[in-house]
C-alpha cells in the first residue's frame, strides 16, 4: 500500500505527537471537503488498520466542544491571570453525559517507520477524555499557528527528559531536552489550586504557557 501525504501525517502525529484521534477529529480536520467525510475516512482508516500502522478502539468519554482558543494564556512580566474564573470554565464543560467514540492509535510498526512512543495500546482509558482534548489543542494549533506544529513534543516524548518536574501535556520546543518556547496544557476539571500551581512553575522558570 502506498502511503499519501495525508496518510503520512495522520500516522506519523499518532505515532509520536499526540495518543489519540477520534473519527470525529480526523473526519474533519483531513476529510473536510468531502460530502460524506466519515464514511471516506473510515474507509481509509480501515486500510491502515489493515497495515498495521493504526488500531481502532471504542471509547466511553465525554465528547468536548472543538476549542478554539485558549482559556488561559501567560508570559513572564504580565500579571497572573484570573484562574479562579479559568478554574471554573474548565469545570463547567465536563458536565455533559459521556457517550461512546471511535479513536484511533498508532501502532509499534508506525512509530518504528516514523518515529515516536507508541505502543499499539492506550494505557489509561480513563484519561481518554483528557487525551482526546490534549488532539484537539494540537488540531487547533495545526490550523491556526501551523509553523508551531513542527516543534510540537508531546507528553510520551518529554517524560524522559523532565524527571523530577512537573509533565504538561506538551511543549514548543526544538528539542525534547530543549527550553520550551511554549508549554501547553489542556486544562480537565482542574481547581484554582491546580492551575496556580502550574502557573507558579512555569513563572519561576520563565516560560510563557497557555491552558485550553
Known sequence: MRLTDRDSEIVSTLAARVRLFT???IARTWWASSKHSHDQARKRLKQLEDELLLRRIRLT??????????IVTW??????????????????RWHATPRPVS????????????GGAATGRLKHHYQATHDIGVAEMYLQLR???????????????L??????QKLPDAVIA????????????????????RL?????????????????
Open 103 to 114: 479513536a484511533y492509535i498508532a501502532t509499534k510498526a508506525a512509530a518504528k517507520q516514523f
Open 174 to 193: 526544538s528539542l525534547p531536552g530543549a527550553t520550551p518556547q511554549l508549554v501547553l496544557e489542556f486544562g480537565g476539571a482542574y481547581d484554582k489550586a
Open 196 to 212: 496556580l500551581a502550574f502557573h507558579q512553575e512555569c513563572s519561576a522558570n520563565a516560560l510563557p504557557y497557555e491552558i485550553w
Open 23 to 25: 473519527l470525529n477529529q
Open 159 to 164: 517524560a524522559p527528559h523532565r524527571r523530577r
Open 61 to 70: 468519554v465525554v465528547e468536548l466542544h472543538e476549542l478554539s482558543s485558549p
Open 75 to 92: 508570559a513572564p512580566g504580565q500579571d497572573q491571570p484570573n484562574l479562579g474564573s479559568a478554574a471554573w470554565k474548565m469545570q463547567s
Open 143 to 157: 490550523k491556526s499557528r501551523a509553523d508551531l506544529i513542527q516543534y510540537w513534543v508531546g507528553e510520551d516524548i
